[in-house]
């Protein structure tokens, strides 16, 4: 019988081969210049392209992928697009090598999308999702004080919540169980979690005042509080790794290039901030405020760039930028949006089922929009009274939407690394993860 650590180390070996052959085929460039074609935002090392190319590591998904869409187009001087057809193949690849590395981990059977490999139930659940179907599994816990954020480590292997206990809890995301002990350090309720583009730090913000910087293996803080003006509803690392962006009722960056010794660095005077901010991979930040604006900054220099955007009545509560950072979903109680770089309204806002967007998120392949939106005044505290809105992003037509799942208000939600997974958390202590309806396997 083989084992679960043969077969990680076989397949390891095996896309190591095939990534030296892509190099081979488009121009055999040396590791410095590989390197030096990482995009704008990102970052490739020698050592580390040397230690994927000879097997003997599965680094991030984004890293692994970036340096795919290196190797696939170097011979063009230029980097493969997020949409070159041969990219889905590699982003597939890597999720098996990552759920091999799980199984080896765990020392229990992978699963893996071969139906050869798979049983009858497995064989049940593949189908549904080939064909686009939705699947809701049930709660992954109940009893969680409330779940008031959610994060993906970027292997899509942990999920990291925050909850009203002041407690950080880590998710087993496949076995959809508790990953080790809660994290306790906050005072108050806990609102925000971020994992770094590595996987190895995660960041927490509260209603204390504080973020918290955890090392991700050892479940142990590194540093001291990061304080900031007012609770901490949200916390966003820098593509890079390096920055780490804190909102209160201002935001504040942190230099984190040596984590263990944060420093402060520049405060944005934004006003009257509604809603969390996004970041572009190219530095840009975007932030909603009173009065249905939104704007976008120069995230550094402070700077603002163009006009502002204005076209919700109401206050702008949620935000969503497309993974290639060209189209801005601003929510309230319709969905616009964006053209990022023209700053104009691209298509008709779009009609939500709730009142007033509270949650808002594009997949990470770009390919749909999600937005939670729920009843100002709900009539029936025992009945949910939010709802999903799914839209596929070619044409913005609106797909089926799954229930809803929770009792009472949508707190959290959050987009697997693959795009396939929708996990989301309420008031009513429920931790809940479903595949979106146009989550394929191919």
Not at 46 to 72: A, C, F, K, Q
Request: net charge negative; proline share 5%; with cysteine.
């Amino acid at each position: 019988m083989r084992s679960a650590e043969g077969d990680f180390r076989r397949e390891l070996t095996l896309a190591a081969a095939d990534l030296r052959m892509l190099r081979a085929r488009h121009g055999d460039p040396t590791l410095k210049e590989i390197a030096a074609r990482a995009p704008q935002g990102q970052r490739l090392s020698e050592s580390g392209i040397s230690s994927v190319l000879r097997g003997h590591g599965l680094p991030s998904r984004d890293y692994y992928l970036t340096l795919v869409r290196v190797l696939l187009a170097y011979d063009t001087r230029k980097v493969a697009s997020h949409q070159h057809p041969d990219l889905p193949v590699w982003r597939d690849r890597w999720q098996r090598l990552s759920l091999l590395r799980h199984a080896q981990r765990s020392s229990g059977p992978a699963f893996v999308s071969g139906e050869h490999h798979a049983g009858l139930s497995e064989q049940v659940v593949l189908a549904a999702l080939r064909r686009g179907q939705h699947v809701q599994l049930p709660p992954t816990a109940v009893d969680l004080s409330g779940v008031w954020a959610i994060a993906f480590s970027p292997d899509g292997l942990l999920l990291a919540t925050g909850h009203g206990a002041k407690t950080v809890q880590l998710w087993d995301t496949v076995e959809q169980r508790r990953a080790g002990h809660a994290l306790f350090g906050h005072t108050d309720r806990v609102l925000s979690v971020a994992f770094s583009p590595d996987g190895r730090l995660l960041a927490t913000g509260s209603e204390d005042g504080t973020a918290r910087l955890w090392d991700v293996d050892s479940r142990t803080l590194i540093t001291e509080p990061l304080d900031s003006a007012g609770y901490v509803d949200t916390v966003l690392f820098a593509p890079d790794g390096q920055s780490l962006y804190l909102k209160g009722r201002t935001i504040r960056r942190w230099d984190i290039t040596e984590p263990r010794q944060p420093r402060k660095a520049e405060k944005h005077f934004a006003n009257n901030l509604t809603s969390a901010p996004v970041l572009s991979a190219d530095g840009l930040l975007i932030t909603g405020h009173a009065g249905g604006v939104a704007q976008i900054w120069e995230s550094q220099e402070q700077t603002r760039i163009g006009g502002s955007l204005r076209g919700h009545a109401s206050d702008v509560t949620a935000l969503a930028l497309a993974p290639r950072g060209d189209v801005l979903a601003t929510g309230s109680d319709d969905v616009q949006l964006w053209d990022v770089r023209t700053r104009q309204m691209i298509h008709e806002p779009l009609e939500c089922s709730g009142d007033m967007v509270t949650e808002m998120a594009f997949s990470l392949d770009g390919r749909i929009l999600v937005a939670v939106s729920g009843d100002r005044v709900s009539s029936d505290p025992e009945e949910p009274d939010f709802s999903f809105n799914i839209w596929e992003t070619t044409t913005w037509t609106e797909l089926p939407s799954p229930h809803i799942g929770h009792s009472g208000h949508v707190t959290a939600s959050a987009f697997s690394p693959d795009s396939r997974l929708f996990a989301t958390g309420g008031i009513d202590g429920h931790l809940r993860i479903r595949t979106p309806p146009t989550a394929t396997l191919g």
